[in-house]
């Protein structure tokens, strides 16, 4: 252990000075300098650069499994160990392309880290062990970033007839249990809401399951919508390590605004057992996880016999490309989303026939706005 760290003005976070006592040598040497930089390294992106500490461990995880692999400390790696463990992660692992980038940065990023002078690590190791940190993952021996997309390319968006069918038999399960009498209707009704918000509002997994209902607001362009003219997305995903981005969603969908209103007004009430103002609630009132919606999401799936490629984030995929396929803006479409470059949104597209004009950057608001169920859509010209 490395104990306390102490803090100096003037002292960037991560200097080694702030973990080692300068002078003293420790029982246990080699282990103690090697905790020390995961410590250092950590307080320096959290403290330094503001990035999030789950991320922060996810990257730790990987520097520690390429020291495990090699049975070196840092001051000992060299590119001939770094390509032996990519081998590893490739021919034994079966990595992908986008996992295998992920573990890279890892350690490139932490050889940085150690090798800069601004942290002292490398004195610090050349006065312990007569030698210092090098980079070993460099342009030649790490994945180059040539595809805006590395996902399973059989991942696609639903088609509007297996988005129908999802939608109808989320309802259904509804009126089965009411009807029987058995227990679940109020958590099947959540369910076909929530299924109908991720859709309709183009929402991540995660961002749907961390709304609240106080997340929802009037719009003064679309007051047929009331109170749900504008959802504000607070768990957006992160960049880099970063905070959640917020993005405000502009309501579309008259019929998904009428479902989560009776919801919120009928059901989420009676499913409400503490003061939370989580919107997805479970039988015993703590809030849904991402897990829970996937899960629901593939059974209600596999009883339809749709594809097993699609996910809930399918549902995501499917609101871009039907959005551009009926006339709108991608600029418009790329902010309803979250995206921080329109490649990323072209990506996400699938329309059968996609038009787009670079003189409007205006929202194309088509015909159907006023009647947005799926069962009416037209594409419009």
Not at 184 to 200: I, S
Request: proline share 4%.
């Amino acid at each position: 252990m490395t104990g306390a760290v102490r803090v100096r003005k003037g002292v960037a976070h991560g200097t080694s000075s702030l973990y080692l006592a300068s002078g003293v040598v420790f029982l246990h040497e080699e282990e103690t300098v090697w905790e020390a930089m995961l410590e250092g390294w950590t307080m320096q992106q959290i403290g330094g650069r503001n990035s999030l500490k789950s991320s922060v461990d996810q990257l730790v995880a990987a520097v520690r499994a390429y020291q495990r692999f090699s049975g070196e400390w840092p001051w000992q790696w060299s590119a001939t160990s770094f390509d032996e463990w990519m081998a590893h992660l490739v021919g034994v692992r079966h990595l992908a392309v986008s996992s295998l980038r992920k573990y890279q940065q890892a350690v490139r990023n932490f050889c940085e880290f150690l090798c800069s002078p601004h942290y002292g690590w490398a004195s610090e190791c050349e006065q312990r062990f007569g030698t210092h940190p090098v980079q070993v993952c460099h342009e030649y021996n790490s994945v180059r970033h040539l595809q805006a997309y590395e996902g399973d390319p059989a991942r696609r968006p639903l088609t509007r007839d297996e988005l129908q069918r999802l939608l109808d038999h989320a309802d259904d399960q509804v009126d089965v249990r009411l009807e029987s009498g058995r227990k679940g209707a109020l958590p099947a009704y959540r369910d076909a809401t929530l299924l109908k918000v991720v859709y309709a509002w183009g929402l991540r997994a995660r961002e749907a399951t961390m709304l609240d209902v106080t997340d929802f607001y009037r719009n003064a362009h679309a007051p047929e919508f009331r109170e749900y003219g504008v959802l504000q997305v607070r768990w957006g995903k992160a960049s880099r390590g970063g905070a959640p981005k917020r993005r405000a969603v502009v309501s579309l969908f008259d019929w998904a605004v009428d479902a989560v209103e009776d919801y919120v007004e009928n059901v989420w009430p009676l499913m409400r057992s503490t003061r939370t103002n989580a919107l997805w609630l479970s039988e015993r009132g703590a809030r849904l996880r991402p897990r829970e919606l996937s899960d629901r999401f593939k059974q209600y799936r596999d009883v339809l016999g749709l594809d097993p490629v699609l996910s809930p984030h399918a549902l995501r995929h499917s609101y871009v490309t039907h959005l551009i396929e009926n006339g709108y803006d991608a600029r418009f479409v790329q902010e309803q989303v979250g995206h921080v470059y329109q490649s990323t949104t072209a990506i996400y597209t699938n329309p059968r026939e996609l038009h787009q004009t670079s003189e409007n950057l205006q929202v194309a608001w088509p015909a159907w706005l006023g009647n947005g169920d799926p069962r009416t859509w037209q594409a419009c010209a």
